[in-house]
């Protein structure tokens, strides 16, 4: 059972653009998501994250939002660059007991073109 | 700014043969971790290290075993590699394992194929 979706395995913008990346959980108690950014041949990067107890999180070009009711969080990257064009990973955590686990999307290909 | 280091980057086995994937991190961190990456998939946790001196299964740890040699360093052993072992492994750490707001580092992997 996928706990953490990322329905869309590709996404291509033009620069300048605005880049959505779309994630969708279906655990309840997860109470922290991330974002991570990889590049070919390289380990993923952390990118962004945010806390249940926000909406919104911003960090220069990227923004996650959360809609908890939905289960939903996206990545909105702006202005796209090439520079993006990387797998983006959604994951997702519940803080509470003792696993800690850390739970994977299958990752977004963005594809930026000049 | 090395960060985290794994080593070899590439290897090819032969179904049965074993190996160990090394990894060594100098951020001073308590946790670590390895992972596999598998075409269409997310990462997926073998076993992780919550601090020096212990180690725990992940999600997919059968046919794995680990050691944590010290503060450092984290191994990953494959006693009788199998093709379903093919796969991009990746180690990773953190300062503090369950901490709300932990954020993993991970090294560059490493490309195993089992033959």
């Known amino acids: 059972d996928q706990q953490v979706k990322q329905n869309s395995p590709s996404l291509s913008v033009q620069e300048g653009r605005i880049s959505i990346l779309n994630c969708d959980y279906t655990n309840s108690m997860f109470d922290y998501f991330l974002w991570y950014k990889k590049y070919p041949a390289e380990g993923p990067t952390f990118l962004i994250s945010i806390s249940s107890i926000k909406d919104k999180n911003e960090d220069g070009r990227f923004t996650v939002f959360l809609n908890k009711s939905a289960k939903h969080l996206s990545l909105h990257i702006v202005p796209s660059q090439p520079g993006d064009s990387a797998v983006y990973f959604c994951?997702?955590?519940?803080?509470?007991?003792?696993?800690?686990?850390?739970?994977f999307g299958k990752g977004t290909l963005l594809t930026v073109n000049p | 700014n090395a960060g985290v280091t794994q080593t070899p980057k590439f290897q090819v086995l032969k179904t049965g043969q074993s190996m160990t994937l090394q990894c060594a991190q100098d951020?001073?961190?308590?946790?670590m971790y390895w992972y596999r990456q598998d075409p269409g998939m997310g990462l997926r946790l073998i076993y992780y290290s919550a601090s020096e001196g212990t180690t725990d299964k992940g999600e997919v740890p059968n046919g794995y075993n680990v050691s944590r040699l010290n503060k450092r360093e984290f191994s990953l052993r494959l006693e009788s590699a199998a093709p379903s072992q093919t796969s991009v492994y990746f180690c990773?750490?953190?300062?503090?394992?369950?901490?709300?707001?932990?954020?993993?580092?991970f090294g560059s992997g490493t490309q195993l194929s089992v033959l």
């Open positions: 990773a750490s953190s300062e503090l394992r369950g901490a709300t707001n932990e954020k993993l580092f």
């Open positions: 951020m001073n961190h308590n946790s």
């Open positions: 994951a997702a955590k519940w803080s509470g007991g003792s696993n800690y686990k850390l739970t």
